[in-house]
């Protein structure tokens, strides 16, 4: 199974940036998919999260200014970042669960410039 993530990079502050996650090899059905960050010198946290129907759940405070989608043919979990800050500069991770296990990418690193 391996969970590949792009989309990241510099963006300044205000800006958009819209993150990709492709997973490929996987033999189960994918309920939960989801989108996590880690900034540094701190824990990992979620962003949101979206089950295999569409329901969405976002983190309190992320709720405004990002928004999770996928392609659930496909196996794509996308995560779009609208009026980005600073603060959300963190290596963004994406995730899935099976019936069996959760797996998680590697993760891709978003940068926001003031």
């Known amino acids: 199974v391996q969970l590949m993530e792009s989309g990241g990079g510099l963006v300044q502050a205000g800006g958009s940036l819209r993150l990709s996650c492709a997973a490929s090899?996987?033999?189960?059905?994918?309920?939960?998919m989801g989108w996590y960050r880690q900034a540094p010198g701190k824990e990992r946290e979620m962003v949101a999260t979206?089950?295999?129907?569409?329901?969405?759940h976002y983190a309190d405070s992320m709720q405004d200014r990002f928004t999770i989608s996928r392609d659930s043919a496909k196996n794509i979990v996308y995560l779009q970042i609208s009026g980005s800050k600073p603060e959300d500069t963190a290596v963004y991770y994406c995730?899935?669960?099976?019936?069996?296990?959760?797996?998680w990418g590697q993760g891709t690193q978003v940068t926001v410039s003031s």
């Open positions: 995730s899935l669960a099976t019936s069996v296990r959760s797996y």
């Open positions: 979206i089950t295999r129907g569409g329901r969405t």
């Open positions: 090899g996987i033999m189960s059905a994918i309920n939960d």
